[in-house]
């Protein structure tokens, strides 16, 4: 069942506390638009145009997590992340996020976290990417290096980024192979070691919290 973008708004302005006025449902936002910590996000695909994804269905191979695949619907709400920092990190809701800051992804609906490991995926035979763990279950599988591309130094709504696991080195990548039985239509996420176009994304629907401090 999707849940509008004005919907996802209220709900965040009731359990974070938020000022009035204060959240920005993507469609509403200011162009370039930066991106906080709290923030509710879609990431893009940037050739595809599929946004990534999760659901209470497990790999049937590698590791035997939650998968993660590319949904070609927009209006979906399993395709919901929220931006957090790293364990241990001082940054705070509302803090904007630089170039070479390690973040994770943590799914809206299920709370497990964007993840890799040397698991195969299940159709390219590259790194595995899944959700693992819950809500107070994390680890450095979950860290995620931006790289802003283009030379911008926090990241904006408009920008093209790239996300570096820490532990394995892998670009988030996806392409156009497609999942048949499960999750038919899908298509496969995963992470490969070098940087190319395919590993490419931008955030897009969403609800963006203003910067810390800002009115």
């Known amino acids: 069942m999707a849940i509008s973008l004005l919907a996802l708004a ?9 000022e009035e ?20 996000i879609k990431l893009m695909h940037e050739r595809t145009k599929f946004r990534l994804h999760s659901h209470e269905v497990p790999y049937g191979s590698g590791s035997g997590q939650q998968s993660v695949t590319g949904f070609p619907n927009v209006d979906d709400s399993n395709s919901y ?19 070479g800051t390690i973040i994770r992804l943590q799914h809206m ?4 976290w964007l993840h890799s490991h040397l698991h ?15 809500e107070n279950e994390s680890d450095t599988g979950d860290f995620w290096r931006l790289e802003i591309e283009g030379g911008g130094k926090t990241w904006r709504q408009d ?14 990548h996806s392409h156009d192979k497609k999942y048949t039985r499960i999750a038919g239509g899908q298509q496969e996420v995963c ?4 940087r190319r176009p395919d590993n490419v994304w931008s955030a897009a629907e969403g609800v963006y919290l203003p910067i810390s401090g800002s009115k």
């Open 120 to 134: 195969a995926s299940p159709i390219s035979g590259n790194l595995e990417v899944s959700c693992f763990g819950g």
């Open 10 to 18: 209220a709900f965040l302005f009731l359990a974070l506390d938020l």
């Open 21 to 40: 006025g204060s959240v920005f449902p993507a469609a509403a936002a200011p162009e370039g638009v930066e991106i906080t910590y709290g923030s509710v």
């Open 191 to 194: 992470g490969v070691g070098d």
């Open 81 to 99: 992340w929220f931006v957090r920092p790293m364990l241990d990190s001082v940054a705070k809701q509302g803090d904007v996020i630089q170039s």
């Open 159 to 172: 920008q093209r980024i790239r996300l570096q696991h820490v532990d394995t080195g892998g670009y988030l």
């Open 109 to 112: 609906r299920t709370r497990r």
